[in-house]
């Protein structure tokens, strides 16, 4: 079963999901052990797969680190936090955590889109 670190220990997932706001993005940067990256792969492909029928849903993208570092980033993007609550609350999600390898840690935080002028648009 996956394990989770906040990204952020001063405002882990479990204060922002508390938190009205849309559309966010959730990062989540995962680690493994070496010879456990298959199996986190195909754990993260499932829950994708799940997650992509859920209200709300908008899209994600895995990224693996250069080299051979067994790091994931992972970011999806919601409509709001309370879509991407209901959907991680959701007994059937929570119960699919426990096919991760049990040397993965995940580090997930939702943020939200800023406007920074001449750069990028909220």
Known sequence: MVQFKPLDPAFPIEHQLGVEAG?????NLFT????DQEA???AWRNDALWMKKQPGYISTQLHKAVGESGMYFNYAVWDSVEDFRNAFANPEFQQ???HYP????S????FEKIAVPNCCTA
């Open 96 to 98: 699919a955590l426990s």
């Open 23 to 27: 559309p966010v993005v959730l990062v």
């Open 40 to 42: 986190l792969v195909e």
């Open 32 to 35: 493994v052990d070496p010879k």
């Open 107 to 110: 580090a997930p935080h939702l």
């Open 102 to 105: 049990s040397s993965a840690v």
